[in-house]
């Protein structure tokens, strides 16, 4: 028989890329997402898939799941700054009340979870790369505190879980990811430098552009997740892209890929904005035998191909759609 996973967010760009890839290796999918940030259109491929479920929920609030559940991926929560400065509430809920009722959803059903924490848990690193022993350096007062404070705490009540209930868990840390799906007003550098692309305007970078990031293509990702769920790892693991790259560089490299002479203008830098974003994955190596196998180029082409064939009326979004 398949065995059925659950995925939180399951509308948003990771979460409908793990819709499906676990559709693809025989499981059947039931997908919750509130729609807050994510969008049926990323699934509307599946509507007629008899493996697939879809049903609207805000798991904030009490809800129940009557399948019998297999594994769990939790990956609901905003996940760009432009979401949780819009709705930090919504933010910090998802992290906390939604994480907790989704636990308990995995202890009735004896199910393993894979919850989606971030590289933001490690804040502005004095450390370089960052390796899952790192404990950061997180203001959880500033902006982004919202959002870096919820998925430290999702790790914490996740492993408290494990601890007390003895509960089977995994916890990705996942780093700058990009692809397919992805909203191109969302707030993220690629997104935002395509969009401004292929619209013919300047591209804005924060700062003076040297400040890096490790930017790993959704299909190893993905890959990635699968692995980590499937192994015997229950600690925090890294998961991206150690290809470490300016911001200013990335700008540049997208304007090349469409051969296209936009201008690039510096703009302040936020608060708090981390200087520098790498992931060590030695261990993920070495557990799951895992790395990504995606070029940057080949990564940021199919990208950009995604984001040319939107329609106009998607391109041209440049105002969120949150009320400020």
Same mark, same amino acid.
């Given at each position: ?16 890329? $793990? ?8 499981? #059947? ?7 807050? /940030? ?11 898939? +008899? ?34 400065? #819009?709705? +930090? ?7 906390? $009340? ?26 502005? +690193? ?11 350096? %997180?203001?959880?007062?500033?902006? &982004? ?13 996740? /492993?408290?879980?494990? /601890? ?17 799906? !992805? &909203? ?12 401004? %692309?292929? &619209?013919?305007?300047?591209?804005? %970078? ?14 190893? !990702?993905? #890959?990635?997740?699968?692995? $980590? ?18 911001? =200013?560089?990335?700008?540049?490299? =997208? =304007? ?11 703009? +302040? ?24 196998? %995606? ?30």
């Amino acid at each position: 028989m398949k065995k059925t996973v659950l995925i939180t967010g399951a509308a948003g760009f990771l979460g409908s890329h $793990l819709c499906y890839y676990f559709l693809s290796k025989n499981f #059947k999918v039931l997908g919750i997402d509130n729609l807050i /940030t994510g969008s049926l259109k990323n699934l509307s491929e599946l509507e007629s898939n +008899p493996d697939f479920e879809f049903r609207e929920i805000d798991i904030t609030h009490d809800f129940k799941i009557y399948n019998s559940i297999d594994f769990i991926l939790h990956f609901a929560s905003p996940a760009s700054p432009i979401d949780y400065l #819009k709705i +930090p509430l919504e933010t910090l809920r998802v992290g906390s $009340l939604g994480t907790e009722n989704i636990l308990k959803i995995a202890l009735k059903n004896n199910a393993r979870i894979l919850i989606a924490s971030t590289s933001e848990v490690y804040g502005d +690193p004095l450390k370089h790369p960052q390796s899952e022993e790192y404990c950061g350096n %997180v203001d959880p007062v500033g902006p &982004r505190g919202v959002y870096d404070e919820a998925k430290r705490f999702q790790e914490a009540m996740t /492993t408290a879980y494990h /601890t007390f209930h003895g509960l089977d868990i995994r916890i990705a840390r996942i780093f700058n990811t990009y692809g397919s799906r !992805m &909203r191109v007003n969302d707030g993220r550098a690629i997104p935002t430098f395509m969009g401004q %692309v292929l &619209r013919g305007e300047s591209l804005t %970078v924060f700062g003076d552009g040297s400040q890096t990031r490790s930017f790993c293509y959704i299909d190893d !990702m993905v #890959k990635g997740i699968y692995k $980590l769920l499937h192994s015997n790892y229950n600690k925090p693991l890294n998961l991206g892209n150690p290809e470490e790259i300016a911001l =200013i560089d990335i700008a540049k490299e =997208i =304007i090349d890929i469409g051969n296209f002479n936009n201008q690039i203008v510096f703009k +302040p830098l936020p608060t708090n904005d981390p200087v520098k974003r790498k992931p060590d994955i030695t261990k993920a190596m070495k557990i799951l035998n895992w790395k990504p196998l %995606v070029s940057r180029k080949k990564g940021l082409e199919k990208t950009f191909n995604y984001f040319k064939n939107l329609p106009l009326t998607e391109l041209n979004k440049k105002d969120h759609k949150f009320a400020s």
